[in-house]
């Protein structure tokens, strides 16, 4: 079974993505074969500076094997690395009836704001069909704003099989656990477009800061409180250890607390939690030609795939072979 997903260099990743992805993604490397990649082409739609592209690209490289991406299990590159993906875009796209993006949310969602769309918007659907389908993926995770990506993944690659003859894999949408939709600071779920991020690998003291203007309700100290409504403990449940938040849960229910120990709470756990990973990623960045290496080999892996895959196509519809 292949197991693909992308995930875009928009920022320095945080909580929410961690444990909304990149946790299930490194679970997932072990039972299947993985393939993930840094969507660098899709994150040209929003990220507009060159130099700060290609740190947000180091930066998502180094966190996704410190935190435990195994080349060694699962093929890790960067999209564009792999160019039979846009070639197959393409092709795709003249089969991609108009309608179909009209109604997908990223486009739909910015005229809907009064702002103007580019095609690169209006199409990235399209991009994301091509980078399932171009190594024969069985199974995507993603959030679940992805899922009507996937939908238009599978029309796109059942109408070309049905004007062309069986050419691709229907890939399956595997929507990620929903029980991860981490609180942001302040209190809405975690996102970098809500301004109300942790990133994993804030520098210890930013990260203290950061926790402690975590916003927490005004209700008086000595109240009880139902934990799993608040979103200090909803966080604290990600690192603790399963006794420490039985104590805090316990805490809860007892009221007479102070929001400024279980910050510290938080922060302490949280160090903790990513004290290895953070040693690693270190690791990694003191060897920047180690990192590259890991790239340019999972390009190579997956361009083999893609290449199949294109040729395939390109048969298929008519694009080889003339002679
Ligand atoms: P952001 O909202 O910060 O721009 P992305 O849309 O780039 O994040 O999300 C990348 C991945 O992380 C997606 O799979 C998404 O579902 C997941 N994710 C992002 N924020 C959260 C969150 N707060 N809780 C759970 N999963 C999240
Ligand atoms: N569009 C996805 C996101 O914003 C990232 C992505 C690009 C992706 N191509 C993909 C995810 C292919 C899964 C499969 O999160």
Not at 182 to 190: C, L, S
Request: with cysteine; aromatic share 10%.
């Amino acid at each position: 079974m292949r197991v693909l997903s992308g995930i875009q260099p928009t920022g320095r990743f945080h909580w929410g993505n961690y444990f909304g992805a990149i946790q299930q993604y490194i679970e997932l490397q072990q039972q299947h074969d993985g393939y993930y990649f840094i969507a660098d082409l899709h994150a040209l739609t929003t990220v507009r500076d060159a130099e700060l592209l290609r740190q947000y690209k180091r930066d998502a490289a180094l966190d996704l094997l410190a935190l435990g991406l195994d080349p060694a299990k699962a093929v890790l590159f960067n999209q564009s690395d792999v160019p039979e993906v846009s070639q197959l875009t393409w092709i795709l796209m003249t089969c991609t009836p108009m309608g179909l993006l009209e109604r997908c949310h990223a486009y739909k969602d910015k005229v809907s704001r009064g702002l103007n769309a580019d095609a690169g918007l209006f199409t990235y659907p399209v991009l994301m069909a091509a980078d399932i389908l171009a190594y024969d993926s069985n199974l995507v995770p993603v959030g679940q704003d992805q899922v009507q990506h996937i939908e238009v993944c599978r029309d796109l690659a059942s109408s070309f099989n049905h004007q062309y003859g069986e050419t691709f894999v229907l890939p399956e949408a595997r929507l990620l656990s929903t029980s991860a939709k981490v609180p942001g600071t302040d209190g809405e779920k975690m996102s970098k477009s809500y301004n109300n991020t942790i990133e994993l690998f804030e520098e210890p003291k930013a990260l203290r800061k950061k926790i402690m203007r975590i916003a927490t309700d005004s209700r008086p100290m000595e109240d009880a409180k139902d934990p799993e409504t608040d979103h200090l403990y909803l966080l604290f449940k990600l690192f603790g250890a399963p006794d420490q938040v039985a104590a805090m849960a316990e805490l809860y229910g007892k009221g007479g607390f102070g929001y400024g120990e279980i910050k510290k709470q938080l922060a302490d756990a949280a160090e903790n939690y990513y004290a290895e990973a953070r040693q690693r990623r270190q690791e990694f960045a003191s060897r920047p030609d180690t990192v590259k290496d890991i790239l340019a080999d999972g390009a190579r892996r997956a361009r083999l795939q893609a290449t199949n895959v294109l040729t395939r196509v390109q048969d298929a519809c008519g694009i080889s072979k003339p002679f």
